[in-house]
């Protein structure tokens, strides 16, 4: 065997607990049938390669990838990978196998990664959420309501003090969370550190000021050792949570981010800039979903997930089963925090919530800062449609008592 033979599909196969499952979609590419392609895929990702070498034994065999059900008109299939082809801690060796070469083999057409189940020693051995929903929710003392956010919006370009200011008029308009957006890191127009020390000064008076609890989330994306000592600041200088990019740092940057974390104890919210290069596409790519799964157990505290009604691409049937993803019980795991962000306003809430659900945290930037009458009043108007929609009552109904509201729905409308 090795080749890519007729052993890497076995319908009567019962996949075993410890086993790694994925759900795949395949397409065959012209003169190859389909039952050829999932021996390519189940090959190629396991034990096989294009022909049979001298060098495989029968214990070897054992080990093979199995593509255990398919449906040939869908396009579907479901592959077991026995749990001896892992190192259970490592997740860019898992990704090497299950989603490596086989995006590039001629043998396709089309070939999507649409789901994983990941077994205990995975999801054990990397822990997950530290803080989760709830721990969040106790953070922000913010029982019943989805938490509201804001990028400091332009993404990049203000100046440090400017910064700050733009946050405490969000906090003290009514916002839970704010956050860096994905490409504001340490440039010499807003340093890290002293972005970190301003901005914590700004949430500690906006605390004060409304008596609820505020979060500022600075983005360390960088090489990991900086990472590492971006996080650090932000716990000598008395923040709670951080930023990352995950996509762009890449899984193993995120390992070793997530055992430091596990000393520092800070609340991990997960931005997925450039997820779009691989889960996008109709033709080859990884889907939202599967990446979604692998960054909860990499400690995604709060993760983008698309708001289906605002700018970026994901509709409903997929943002809602990211979502339940995130919530499922998986070996104890703590359930991630949706966040829907991009292209959101006041006049979307009300939709939004009720596709999502309240567990989610809403986020908008443009959505804010563009209100006609700045900042703070955009924040008030995100806060009075998130009452409005706790509270059952239509947006319009409640703008008609609540100007800076009405003013955002003169401007965006609603969804
Ligand atoms: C939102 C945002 C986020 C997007 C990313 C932006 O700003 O800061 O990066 O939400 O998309 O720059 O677009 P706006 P996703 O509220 O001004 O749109 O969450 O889907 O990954
Ligand atoms: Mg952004």
Redesign the pocket.
């Known amino acids: 065997m090795t080749g890519y033979t007729s052993n890497f599909i076995d319908r009567s196969y019962k996949p075993s607990k410890n086993d790694i499952i994925t759900t795949v979609e395949v397409s065959p590419a012209k003169n190859v049938d389909f039952k050829t392609a999932l021996q390519n895929v189940a090959g190629e990702s396991s034990v096989g390669t294009w022909t049979k070498v001298k060098t495989t034994t029968k214990r070897i065999e054992k080990m093979a990838a199995k593509v255990f059900w398919y449906d040939k008109k869908k396009g579907l299939a479901k592959i077991a990978y026995p749990n001896i082809l892992f190192e259970a801690d490592n997740i860019p060796q898992i990704m090497s196998s299950i989603a490596g070469n086989i995006f590039g083999m001629k043998t396709l057409k089309k070939l999507i990664l649409l789901d994983i189940d990941f077994p205990k020693n995975v999801v054990k051995s990397h822990g997950g959420p530290l803080f989760g929903i709830r721990g969040v929710r106790k953070i922000l003392k913010v029982k019943n309501r989805p938490l509201v956010g804001s990028?400091i919006?332009p993404?990049i370009g203000l100046r440090t003090k400017q910064h700050a200011k733009v946050a405490y008029d969000a906090w003290t308009g009514g916002l839970d969370i704010i956050k860096d957006?994905?490409n504001l890191s340490d440039q010499k127009f807003n340093p890290f550190k002293d972005r970190v020390i301003e901005t914590l000064a700004m949430r500690d008076k906006a605390e004060q000021e409304t008596g609820e609890k505020k979060v500022y989330m600075a983005n360390i994306t960088a090489n990991i050792d900086e990472m590492i000592e971006r996080a650090e600041f932000i716990k000598k200088n008395g923040g709670r949570y951080f930023m990352v990019d995950v996509v762009t740092v890449g899984f193993s940057a995120l390992e070793e981010l997530q055992q430091e974390n596990k000393k520092l104890k800070l609340v991990a919210h997960a931005?997925?800039?450039m997820?779009a290069a691989t889960t996008r596409s109709k033709d080859f790519g990884i889907s939202m979903l599967s990446l979604a799964k692998i960054y909860r157990i990499l400690g995604a505290d709060q993760l983008?997930v698309?708001?289906v009604v605002?700018?970026?691409e994901?509709g409903k049937k997929e943002v809602t089963s990211i979502e339940r993803a995130l919530r499922e019980n998986s070996h104890g795991m703590k359930k991630t925090f949706p966040?829907a962000?991009?292209?959101?306003y006041p006049g979307a809430v009300q939709k939004m919530v009720k596709i999502m659900g309240k567990d989610i945290i809403i986020?908008?930037?443009?959505?804010v800062h563009g209100h006609p009458n700045g900042t703070f009043e955009g924040a008030k108007a995100l806060r009075q449609a998130v009452e409005a929609t706790m509270k059952g009552i239509p947006l319009k109904k409640y703008a008609k008592k609540h100007s800076e509201l009405a003013k955002a729905i003169k401007k965006w409308g609603t969804a």
Request: charged share 25%; glycine share 30%; aromatic share 0%.
């Open positions: 990028i919006k993404k957006d994905e931005h997925r800039a997820h983008h698309g708001t605002g700018k970026m994901g966040v962000s991009g292209g959101l986020q908008a930037g443009g959505g």
